[in-house]
């Protein structure tokens, strides 16, 4: 891990962005603080010099595993299937002595930096899916599958690292009545220095599948490059939450962890930090270049709708969501496909630290979302945007809250198609505090482009008024549709502070302090002139008075400013308002 400050930085379209490498402290984005350090992933840096071990199909994977040396090379025969459940032994290697298991045509993979997907496993289409290029399939993966109603295929053993897994389909075997975890670490064991690369990670079409990779009591850990579909749990099943990567639960100091460039599918949340018993929080976390996604045949009332074998739909919920993190960065995503209806309104992302309630107490006082930063990134066609929030878990008023949710940074985000056709609010954006100390505080929305419902609100707001008010909210620049009930009370009846009153009444007393100015509102209703909004914001009546270069009814347009645009280089830095879309188009170019 470097100890200064390494940045990559590219043009993009006479724009340059930077994009954190290894970082050193206080390094801000906004309010936030970026990342402190990175995952080294590279197959430079992660060397194999000793042995090439060939493992064919009907051969002893797990003799070949027990006796590998550290800097070994395992490859396993294309197109053979290794079933079983598989330790990975706790070997004392180093930086310069990886074990890398991979299949033995990694040459026929794509380069390395470029995303796998299951044409290499001879799949020619995934219906439902993102076509992907495929003009000749072959399966040039090996295939590692659980068949049994445990966690696994691959098991790392307490202590183990320097793992990379390359060109391999990992899966669990279909009609087998349990919900596993394809790769884990052991129960309360931890590891380290574990890349997984150009690798699919996949349920079955109706079993229910909890988790791809778990990074629990991991620390330097990427996943890189790969492609994860089919993790869902049924409504009513053995499990209610599935997600493609998760972690941040647990009593290790998990991190850093690199999630970059991958196809992330999961009917709960692609990517989950927290959400149970932890007592430590996971810091320094990039989850970057991702296209999260869920296939439109899992929503209910979809024609050939897939259900799971108990007959109910799958648990949806959101694309990404932290209750236990610092220090991340989520840039250059693109998250397409959400709707809400199993106990959720549609949010893709949600950052909402969590004192999760569970039948012994609450489990996590410790659970903070802190130093948070999204920005160049793309949320379309989902019920409703981001959502902002403490709250208590558990009912009745017997949970408790968690530590801490402060300083988050978004900008230069589009968000565009959110409609009340996908289940969920219809909103922009939600922020609200549910605890009775350490109120959310210091969010910063700058440079977002966005279109909620017209039936719904721009912004959510809520926190009764018996407790502290939350603080430090900077709303500024933004280019935003407001719709019929532009700032909204989140609930709580006459207790919100946002039970009634104008936009800016509602700012005020829920905020103890605010900026919110130097916004394009976009189309307010009759019923909220520009006179009860703060001052120093502009009303454009109508899309057409915004002069997008295509505005597309707000769902998948290109809104970049016409060079006549009156809100061209009208921002407080002398940007554009609204999002960077020339940055924006160029840091999701390779994405999908």
């Not at 196809?263 to 999260?292: C, K, Q, W, Y």
């Not at 909204?488 to 936009?503: L, M, V």
Request: a negative charge.
């Amino acid at each position: 891990m470097q100890s200064y400050l390494a940045r990559f930085v590219f043009a993009i379209a006479g724009v340059a962005l930077s994009v954190p490498s290894a970082q050193a402290s206080g390094v801000f984005d906004g309010p936030a603080e970026l990342p402190r350090a990175t995952v080294v992933s590279t197959l430079a840096k992660t060397p194999a010099p000793g042995s090439h071990v060939t493992v064919r199909a009907g051969d002893n994977l797990q003799t070949a595993l027990n006796n590998a040396h550290c800097g070994d090379t395992i490859e396993l025969q294309a197109g053979a299937v290794f079933t079983g459940l598989f330790d990975l032994p706790t070997k004392s290697c180093d930086d310069n002595h990886w074990i890398v298991i991979r299949t033995d045509a990694a040459d026929s993979l794509p380069s390395e930096g470029e995303r796998v997907n299951p044409c290499y496993a001879g799949i020619a289409t995934l219906v439902g899916r993102p076509a992907y290029a495929c003009g000749n399939p072959q399966n040039v993966m090996a295939r590692v599958e659980n068949p049994n109603p445990v966690d696994g295929p691959f098991i790392l053993q307490k202590g183990a690292n320097h793992y990379r897994l390359i060109g391999l389909e990992v899966t669990r075997s279909a009609g087998v009545h349990d919900a596993p975890v394809l790769l884990t670490v052991e129960p309360k064991g931890v590891a380290d220095h574990i890349v997984i690369d150009r690798c699919w990670f996949h349920g079955t079409v109706r079993d229910e599948t909890r988790l791809g990779v778990s990074l629990r009591g991991m620390s330097q850990a990427a996943v890189v490059d790969s492609y994860f579909s089919d993790f869902h749990c049924n409504e009513y099943g053995m499990c209610t939450d599935a997600h493609a990567i998760g972690g941040g639960t647990g009593d290790h100091q998990d991190g850093p962890f690199k999630i970059s460039h991958n196809f992330l599918e999961a009917s709960g949340e692609a990517v989950m930090f927290g959400g149970g018993s932890a007592t430590l929080t996971p810091a320094d976390i990039e989850i970057t270049r991702n296209h999260f996604f869920k296939p439109w045949q899992w929503m209910p009332g979809t024609p050939g709708q897939v259900k799971g074998l108990n007959g109910k739909s799958f648990a949806t919920k959101n694309h990404l969501e932290l209750k236990n993190a610092t220090r991340v960065l989520v840039e250059a995503n693109l998250m397409e496909n959400n709707w809400g209806g199993f106990t959720q309104a549609g949010y893709a992302l949600l950052l909402s630290p969590k004192n999760q309630h569970t039948r012994h107490g609450n489990v996590c006082p410790k659970c903070q979302v802190t130093d948070v930063t999204i920005r160049y990134t793309r949320i379309s066609h989902s019920g409703s945007g981001i959502q902002l929030e403490t709250s208590i878990s558990g009912n009745g008023g017997n949970g408790a809250p968690a530590l801490a949710g402060q300083r988050w940074s978004i900008h230069d985000v589009v968000i565009d198609d959110i409609s009340k056709n996908y289940f969920g609010q219809g909103n922009v954006f939600i922020i609200a505090n549910g605890w009775p100390r350490n109120p959310v505080n210091t969010i910063t929305i700058n440079h977002v482009t966005a279109f909620p419902d017209a039936g719904a609100h721009l912004l959510m707001i809520g926190n009764s008024i018996k407790d502290p008010d939350m603080f430090g909210l900077v709303f500024t620049n933004n280019l935003v549709a407001t719709g019929q009930y532009p700032v909204w009370s989140s609930g709580g009846g006459w207790e919100s502070c946002a039970y009634h009153g104008t936009p800016e009444m509602k700012i005020q007393k829920c905020f103890k302090t605010s900026t919110f100015k130097n916004n394009a509102l976009i189309g307010t209703p009759d019923a909220f002139p520009p006179s009860d909004w703060p001052s120093g914001n502009l009303f454009p009546a109508t899309v057409d008075a915004v002069k997008f270069v295509q505005y597309d009814s707000g769902g998948d347009g290109d809104y970049t400013l016409q060079s006549s645009s009156p809100y061209k280089n009208k921002g407080t830095d002398g940007k554009d308002l609204g999002a960077d879309i020339a940055g924006l188009n160029a840091a999701l170019s390779d994405v999908e």
